[in-house]
């Protein structure tokens, strides 16, 4: 199985802050990877799919992008609605696998 | 408008079975590939089922932590996905997403509101 390593686990930033997150996959996933936005009680959203292609709708401020097996997620400026938990999935083998998600919270 | 409803979550005991069902409208339910991910309390998401469509035989891959108890199915001429659960275990305790093909380009992906399963004596 391909193991999904997010990094930080959880983080506290303030609006306005440039935030990244990190996943990083145990072997090669080719760009198969999404990101997920969660808040509480609240369905996923993806954000981002293939590595770097933002979801329709999806504010220009969140952006995705790969080096080999290592992931970014990076949001450039830090609006209210953006604290929440973020998640990687892999898409590229079965089992899917997701991070285990970083909390964003508010400084 | 595209919808995934899901039903059949509830209360159950250890060992016991339950099916849960997704209903879908609004596109071709036939064409896209369908997946069950799940949530535990506290916890993060797991993608646990996936059935493919009639030209790919509808064939399915598990996780390994359900491969042998949950069981993936559709009916396309009732627009529905199914997930009958048995020998449940507490850990299978979860809100559980019926989504319409996981990684799919565009605005292929689309999630229900999911159904909660809780597996306590």
Not at chain 1, 50 to 68: D, I, M, Y
Not at chain 2, 8 to 22: E, M
Not at chain 2, 80 to 96: F, G, H, I, P, R
Request: aromatic share 10%; charged share 15%; glycine share 10%.
């Amino acid at each position: 199985d391909i193991q999904m390593t997010q990094s930080p686990s959880a983080m506290s930033a303030s609006v306005g802050d440039r935030v990244t997150i990190t996943c990083r996959a145990s072997q090669g996933i080719t760009n198969s990877l999404a990101w997920f936005q969660q808040k509480p009680g609240r369905v996923p959203k993806r954000l981002i799919y293939t590595a770097s292609s933002l979801q329709s709708g999806v504010p220009s401020r969140f952006s995705g992008s790969a080096s080999g097996t290592e992931f970014t997620l990076t949001i450039s400026s830090l609006q209210p609605e953006d604290f929440a938990t973020y998640s990687c999935l892999q898409y590229y083998s079965y089992p899917f696998t997701f991070g285990q998600g970083t909390r964003l919270e508010i400084k | 408008e595209v919808q995934l409803v899901e039903s059949g979550g509830g209360l159950v005991q250890p060992g016991g079975s339950l099916r849960l069902s997704c209903a879908a409208s609004g596109f071709t339910f036939s064409d896209p590939y369908m997946d069950w991910v799940r949530q535990g309390p506290g916890k993060g998401l797991e993608w646990i089922a996936r059935i493919r469509n009639k030209a790919h035989s509808f064939t399915t891959e598990y996780a390994a932590s359900v491969k042998g108890r949950f069981t993936i199915s559709r009916d396309d001429s009732k627009n529905s996905l199914y997930l009958q659960m048995n020998s449940l275990k507490t850990e299978d305790t979860a809100v559980y997403y019926c989504v319409r093909q996981l990684g799919g380009s565009g605005d292929g992906e689309f999630w229900g509101q999911g159904t909660l399963v809780t597996v306590s004596s």
